[in-house]
């Protein structure tokens, strides 16, 4: 139901989402792409924090555990997926209720 994501409170992605909360979050693979929109907020869920310094240090093997900044949960409203080879053919658009 939501998506995690962590950046530096002061890096240019933290002062913007202080600014506003409407995110876009996308994958690497452009030529399958997954788009998703929503709002963010701050995580204040210890153990949340804990899954979330969990799956990045399987992912990218780095300890999150000491890291102070912000981890962000957004919210999806809406997302958009397709194959580039047949987007015509299959662009898919999802609208997710709060």
Not at 53 to 64: F, G, L, P, S, T
């Amino acid at each position: 139901g939501a998506f995690l994501f962590s950046t530096g409170e002061k890096s240019r992605k933290g002062r913007n989402l202080a600014h506003s909360p409407r995110c876009v979050i996308g994958t690497d693979k452009s030529s399958e792409a997954v788009i998703v929109e929503g709002t963010v907020e701050v995580n204040h869920d210890a153990k949340l924090r804990q899954k979330f310094n969990r799956a990045y240090q399987k992912k990218y093997k780095w300890d999150m555990s000491t890291f102070k900044d912000p981890v962000y949960v957004l919210r999806p409203s809406l997302g958009f997926g397709f194959y580039e080879k047949d987007f015509l053919g299959k662009a898919t658009r999802w609208r997710f209720e709060a």
